[in-house]
Each structure stands twice: as C-alpha cells, then as structure tokens.
C-alpha cells in the first residue's frame, strides 16, 4: 500500500507570494496517476492538477505540477486571496486503489 | 451542466444502515467510473469505494469491505452506497466522485457532499 506524505503541515504565507507543497510517496508512482486537489472550507474539493503536471479545466496558470518517482511538487506562483485552502495529493494505483495525503493548509499571515 | 448530487445521509445509531444515492446529469453516466470519497469532521479525505462503468467490478478501502456495497444503475444515471453495519468511525460527509480515466482516474467532478452520522 502506497503511502502519500504532504509537507509542511501549515504553510502561513501573504497574498503575492509563491507557495511550495510536497507530497512524497512511500514507493514509486506512475506520474500519470497523480492528481492535486484543492479544498475550501464548506466546499467540496476541486481537482486542479491531474497527471503531475496537467492543469484540471479552467485552473489558473499560476498553479502547477511537477515531480515523477516518489517526489511531487505543487507550486502556486503568487498567492491570490482565494488560493487559502487545503490542498491534498492523491494517487491512483493498482488493485485498484485511490489514496490521498492529508493535506497541506496554506493560511494567511 | 456537469453534475452529480447526493441525498440519503443522515443521522442513524451503531450497527445501523443507511443507503446513500448520487444522480448524475450532463455527461455519459456510463462511461466513467464512479466512486465514494468520505471526509470525517476536521479530518482529510479517504477514497472508500469505486465501481467500473458497467458495474462489474467493485473496489473497497479495507476499513469498509463487507459492511459497504457500492451499486449503480445507468439506465437511472445513478450511483448508490449501501452501508451496514454502521460505526462511529464511519461519521462523515460522503462524496460521490467522477473518476475521468484519460485523467489518470483523478477525480474531476464532485457533488457538494451528504453528511452521515452515526451515533447514539
């Protein structure tokens, strides 16, 4: 069972700002079948990032995706008021099986 | 307009049941995959169930198998989860989730979400 681990826990960042998120596997994944999803509060979660690097349908440039092998990355270029939210990995793998990681929070500060 | 809506949740005691619904509209119900994604108060999301587009296979997180059916019917482009036996740890808002395949079975269409809560 492949393990997803999201770092940091809380990032506390300004509007403007660039926002950097990991998510690390516990084995090697197929890029292809790693999605990035964000959540406000109240609001069910949105998929902004599919295939690592592939922008979900009306997502903003200022997000994107990258990494392969155990290590991927998330990148908000400047922060904009309404990017305050959870965000959370998730991969697809065989049996099958979807996990998610638990998320990171990026709140202003 | 894409969508899929829940009903069916509520409030039930331990070892209950409760049978969650999803209706789908916009898209070809019987092309995708479907599934469950719950998210415990507080707490992050967890995938409990998928169903292939014609229904014939069924996958279950652990915590769930044997207590939980998924089901659905794409002559009514509906999605259902039967769920028995019914734990405290099972108190939840419950997603109904489009798994796109070209999408590396990311899950791009969500409903806004039926809360459960077990409880006495």
């Known amino acids: 069972e492949i393990v997803l681990t999201q770092s940091p826990g809380t990032l506390s960042l300004s509007p403007g700002e660039r926002a950097t998120l990991s998510c690390r596997a516990s084995?090697?994944?197929?890029?292809?079948?790693l999605a990035w999803y964000q959540q406000k509060p109240g609001q069910a979660p949105r998929l902004l990032i599919y295939?690592?690097?592939s922008r979900a349908t009306g997502i903003p440039d200022r997000f994107s995706g990258s990494g392969s092998g155990t290590d991927f990355t998330l990148t908000i270029s400047r922060l904009e008021p309404e990017d305050f939210a959870v965000y959370y990995c998730?991969?697809?793998?065989?049996?099958?099986?979807?996990?998610f990681g638990q998320g990171t929070k990026v709140e202003i500060k | 307009e894409v969508q899929v809506v829940e009903s069916g949740g509520g409030l039930v005691q331990p070892g209950g049941s409760l049978r969650l619904s999803c209706a789908a509209s916009?898209?070809?119900?019987?092309?995708?995959?479907m599934s469950w994604v719950r998210q415990a108060p507080g707490k992050g999301l967890e995938w409990v169930a998928s169903?292939?587009?014609?229904?014939?296979?069924?996958y279950y997180v652990d915590s769930v198998r044997g207590r939980f059916t998924i089901s659905r019917d794409n002559g009514k482009n509906s999605l259902h989860l039967e769920m028995n036996s019914l734990r405290a740890e099972d108190t939840a808002v419950y997603y109904c989730?489009?798994?796109?395949?070209?999408?590396?079975?990311?899950?791009?269409?969500w409903g806004q979400g039926t809360m459960v809560t077990v409880s006495s």
């Open positions: 989730a489009r798994a796109r395949m070209a999408a590396g079975y990311a899950f791009d269409i």
């Open positions: 916009g898209f070809t119900f019987s092309n995708y995959w």
């Open positions: 169903i292939k587009p014609d229904g014939s296979e069924r």
């Open positions: 084995q090697s994944l197929t890029s292809a079948y």
């Open positions: 295939g690592a690097s």
């Open positions: 998730q991969q697809y793998g065989t049996s099958p099986t979807w996990t």
